[in-house]
Nanobody, 126 residues
Framework: QVQLVESGGGLVQAGDSLRLSCAASGRTTSRYAMGWFRQAPGKEREFVAAISRSGGNTYYADSVKGRFTISRDNAKNTVNLQMNSLKPEDTAVYYC???????????????????WGQGTQVTVSS
């Protein structure tokens, strides 16, 4: 089992950047495909970005492609989400998730993830 803790959220203005981090404990993250999801008030949780165990494969939602970058450091058991050119519609609680998967597999479906963090709030003002 793995425990996930997100950090780095906050209140920023449109056009600013934020870097979210997800720290894993319990088992090394190198065993897990990782992803970021977000949930805005009154909306369902949605996929944002995902990365394979190796870090070599990534996938992004169309809404964040070109602005967000997911990365991982297996030596430090962390996964990061660099968010640039933030927009008010990026406002949400952001969740980190993990799933045991093959070395090159990217997991984009919410229901396929086994472990979740508690979330970190990102608020973008216009």
């Amino acid at each position: 089992q793995v425990q996930l803790v997100e950090s780095g959220g906050g209140l920023v203005q449109a056009g600013d950047s934020l870097r979210l981090s997800c720290a894993a404990s319990g088992r090394t993250t190198s065993r897990y495909a990782m992803g970021w999801f977000r949930q805005a008030p009154g909306k369902e949780r949605e996929f944002v970005a995902a990365i394979s165990r190796s870090g070599g494969n990534t996938y992004y939602a169309d809404s964040v492609k070109g602005r967000f970058t997911i990365s991982r450091d297996n030596a430090k058991n962390t996964v990061n989400l660099q968010m640039n050119s933030l927009k008010p519609e990026d406002t949400a609680v952001y969740y980190c998730a993990a799933r045991f998967a093959g070395f090159l597999v990217v997991v984009t479906t919410l229901s396929e993830y086994d472990y979740w963090g508690q979330g970190t709030q990102v608020t973008v003002s216009s």
